[in-house]
């Protein structure tokens, strides 16, 4: 399997711009999970999903942030304005129901909001 | 506070020494105990888990809950170069559907 994967790895734009994150996770993982790291904040949860349904979002800062999953394979994270405190790494993961012990995360996209 | 306290490091080791990472929790109801290591520029990726408490061991790597103290412990022995990178403890219980909650993740530096 080629694990998760995360589109673009980097991604530089102006304030006030739209981004869009992808993910695609690992075939057969029912749950996927947005992460976002920073420095000061170490790994947040911002939402997850079971089966396509967004289960809790209550880590998305603000309404500025959307995540979608319209099928079992793909998923998007999008910050519409962006600000320059999004700059951030944003991980996303996934893994089997079952599996409560552990997610595969994919590489990341570094974000930078200038 | 926090619920899962970890800190940050840097930790700064020669090669071959034995390496004590640790965290705290407070929530009791916490049933699953990783361990993530995190290279440089790359996702996390899980190096050891344990369910409830005990010990659990892999290669040069030891795992130890303690519940009681709400206390968990990653042992390194024998550390090498290839070992320096960020860990972080994660945590997960039946609350909140197994959502699994980091700590900060300390900096190990191995140095030959």
């Known amino acids: 399997d080629a694990g998760v994967i995360q589109s673009p790895r980097h991604e530089v734009t102006e304030m006030g711009q739209e981004v869009t994150l992808r993910c695609k996770p690992i075939?057969?993982?029912?749950?996927l999970f947005w992460y976002r790291q920073t420095m000061m904040r170490g790994l947040e949860l911002l939402i997850y999903?079971?089966?396509?349904?967004?289960?809790?979002d209550s880590g998305m800062p603000e309404d500025r942030f959307s995540a979608k999953m319209p099928n079992a394979s793909f998923s998007t994270l999008k910050i519409q304005p962006s600000e320059p405190r999004d700059s951030a790494v944003y991980f996303c993961?996934?893994?089997?129901?079952?599996?409560?012990?552990?997610?595969?995360f994919g590489s990341g996209t570094r974000l930078t909001v200038v | 506070q926090k619920e899962v306290e970890q800190d940050p490091g840097p930790l700064s080791v020669p090669e071959g020494a034995i390496v004590s990472l640790n965290c705290t929790y407070s929530?009791?109801?916490?049933?699953?105990f990783m361990w993530y290591r995190q290279y440089s520029r790359k996702g996390p990726e899980l190096l050891m888990y344990?369910?409830?408490?005990g010990n659990k061991e892999d290669g040069r790597f030891t795992a130890q809950v303690d519940k009681s103290s709400k206390y968990i412990s990653l042992f390194i022995r024998d550390s090498q170069p290839s070992d320096s990178a960020t860990y972080l403890c994660?945590?997960?219980?039946?609350?909140?559907?197994?959502?699994?909650?980091f700590g900060a993740g300390t900096r190990l530096f191995v140095k030959a």
């Open positions: 075939s057969g993982h029912d749950y």
């Open positions: 929530n009791s109801a916490f049933q699953y």
């Open positions: 994660a945590m997960s219980g039946p609350t909140g559907g197994f959502k699994t909650i």
């Open positions: 993961a996934s893994r089997r129901t079952g599996d409560n012990y552990g997610y595969t």
């Open positions: 999903f079971n089966n396509n349904v967004p289960i809790d």
């Open positions: 344990t369910y409830s408490s």
